[in-house]
């Protein structure tokens, strides 16, 4: 798949990976060859690794505070859940975070949540196939995976 193929499904989303537009991205997935289902997850794992930086999960939630009123970190998952919403606001969003990491600060309030993204690739393969993926991706997109956005975490 290639990324314009990519874009052009997140494109479907309009924005933002809810509950009902990542069932359709599915639909719409599975109506295509098993190839572009695993070209599609393997592009949304690249994407979500390479959003996997430091800058970015040093980010405090953007809506919430400590007790005593000091930033409150990003967990694991809420940064992946983030790193998700980014990618579900499209391309441009995407592309543009890299240059200022501030666009990515307003993905880590709870108001977003872009982890049915997460599901899209495996949903569309069990409606196309009717078996359960059990996949990998050639990126890991996990939180704290990408030895370079991370190199202090290096031994």
Not at 63 to 74: E, I, K, N, V
Request: glycine fraction near 8%; aromatic fraction near 14%.
């Amino acid at each position: 798949m290639t990324w314009s193929d990519f874009w052009a499904l997140i494109g479907t989303l309009h924005g933002e990976a809810s509950h009902a537009g990542c069932q359709r991205l599915a639909q719409e997935l599975a109506s295509r060859p098993v190839p572009e289902i695993i070209g599609f997850a393997e592009r949304l794992a690249e994407a979500l690794y390479r959003l996997d930086q430091e800058k970015f999960g040093r980010l405090p939630v953007a809506d919430m505070t400590t007790r005593d009123g000091g930033p409150f970190p990003q967990s694991g998952d809420g940064f992946l859940y983030a790193r998700c919403a980014v990618v579900a606001a499209g391309r441009a969003i995407y592309e543009s975070v890299f240059f200022d990491e501030s666009k990515f600060a307003p993905f880590t309030a709870t108001t977003y949540d872009g982890e049915w993204l997460l599901y899209v690739p495996d949903e569309a393969y069990e409606l196309t196939t009717g078996e359960e993926w059990h996949r990998l991706t050639r990126y890991d997109f996990e939180s704290y995976s990408n030895p370079d956005g991370w190199p202090h975490l290096q031994s």
